[in-house]
C-alpha cells in the first residue's frame, strides 16, 4: 500500500577527501542520509520526502536537483530569500572523521518558522525522522512549533522517529540540549539513540540506564545503538538484540548511524521485525564506512 515517509532537518553541501589531494562535493546531512538510505530498500509506492529550508541560489537549485535525482521528493522544501545551504567539510583519520562546518546563514534554520507549511506536511505522511541536529539548529520558539506538531502526529498514531544524534557543539548550553532532546523523545515513538551519546553527554552508567531513562519517557520502541556491540530493541514488551556487521576495513564512519536507520525504518515499515529489520542495518551500515562520503551508490550496498 503506497505510503509516505517524511525526514526533516538540514541538507548541507558536503566536502570530501578525494584522489590527489582534491575535494568532491555532494549533499549530506544527518536526516536526509536516513532518507536517502530509506528510498534505497523501501518500494516503489512509498514517498520518501525531505522537509527543510534553502535559499534562492545557485546551490540551492544544485541540492534540489540532487535530491529529485535520488527520488526523494521536494515538495516541502521552502525557499528563502538571502540565506544559503550550510557546507561542512569531511577531515579523516584512520578512518574517523571530524568536521568543520559552516552555517551561520543555513536557511534549515528557519524550516519551522511557517507553522502550517510544517503540519501539512506532516499530516500528509506516515512516518516522520528527526533528530537532535534537526533540534539544535532552530530557533527556541520553532523548536516547540516543531515538538507540538511531531506531539500531533503521534497522538493521530504515526510512527515518530527520533535519533538524538547529540552533537554539543550546536547548542549554547548542555541543560538546554538534554531538556531539548528529553522533550523530542517524548514527542516520539521510535527513539533510535547511540549508547555512547547517552553515557556522555546523560550520564548514563550504562545500557540499561539508558533503556530506563526512556521507557521513563513514555517511549515504546526503543532501539540503542552500541556499535560493534550491536543494537538492543525493545519493542512493547519484548527485547532482543541484533549483532554489528563484520568490516574489513573502516574507511570513513560518516552516516554510519544515519544509514542504520534509514534501512531500519525502511525494513520495519515494509513488514520484517525489529530484530530483522536492525540485522538488514547493520550490514547497510557495514557496507557504507567501507567507502568514502555520507552517500554510498546503491550497487555498493546490499541488495534487499
Known amino acids: 500500500m503506497a505510503a509516505r515517509l517524511l525526514t526533516i532537518g538540514e541538507c548541507m553541501v558536503e566536502l570530501m577527501q578525494a584522489e590527489g589531494g582534491l575535494m568532491r562535493k555532494s549533499f549530506a546531512g544527518d536526516t536526509f542520509n536516513t532518507a536517502y538510505y530509506a528510498r534505497q530498500y523501501l518500494p516503489a509506492d512509498w514517498s520518501v520526502d525531505y522537509f527543510s529550508a534553502i535559499g534562492t541560489d545557485m546551490i540551492s537549485d544544485e541540492m ?29 583519520k584512520d578512518g574517523e572523521r571530524s568536521f568543520s562546518y559552516w552555517r551561520s546563514v543555513s536557511a534549515a534554520k528557519l524550516l519551522a518558522r511557517d507553522g502550517d507549511r510544517l503540519r501539512t ?30 506531539r500531533r502526529a503521534k497522538a493521530a498514531g504515526k510512527r515518530v522517529a527520533f535519533d ?43 545500557l540499561e540506564e539508558t533503556i530506563a531513562r526512556y521507557r521513563a519517557l513514555g517511549v515504546t520502541e526503543l532501539v540503542v545503538k ?9 519493542f512493547g514488551e519484548k527485547r532482543s538484540h541484533a549483532p554489528s556487521a563484520r568490516v574489513e576495513k573502516i574507511v570513513d564512519t560518516t552516516s554510519a548511524g544515519d ?7 525502511a525494513r ?17 551500515a557495514a557496507a557504507v564506512i567501507q567507502h568514502h562520503g555520507a552517500l554510498v551508490a546503491r550497487d555498493k550496498l546490499p541488495n534487499g
Open 64 to 92: 534540489l536537483a540532487f535530491m529529485d535525482g535520488h527520488h526523494i521528493g521536494t515538495q516541502h522544501m521552502a525557499r528563502i530569500e538571502g540565506r544559503s545551504p550550510g557546507l561542512y567539510m569531511i577531515h579523516l
Open 121 to 150: 506536511a506532516i499530516d500528509a505522511s506516515d512516518i516522520v525522522v528527526f533528530s537532535g541536529i534537526t533540534l539544535a539548529i532552530l530557533p527556541e520558539e520553532d523548536v516547540e512549533t516543531l515538538l507540538a506538531e511531531l
Open 164 to 206: 538524538p544524534n547529540i552533537r554539543p557543539r550546536l547548542w549554547d548550553d548542555a541543560e538546554r540540549m538534554r531538556a531539548t532532546i528529553t522533550a523530542g523523545a517524548r514527542a516520539a515513538t521510535l527513539v533510535m539513540p547511540s549508547l555512547d551519546d547517552e553515557t556522555t553527554h546523560f550520564g548514563d552508567a550504562g
Open 226 to 234: 552500541d556499535g560493534a556491540e550491536g543494537a538492543t530493541l525493545i
Open 259 to 265: 544509514s542504520f536507520n534509514g534501512a531500519f525504518l
Open 268 to 284: 520495519l515499515a515494509t513488514g520484517a521485525s525489529p530484530e530483522e529489520a536492525a540485522r538488514f542495518a547493520a550490514d547497510v
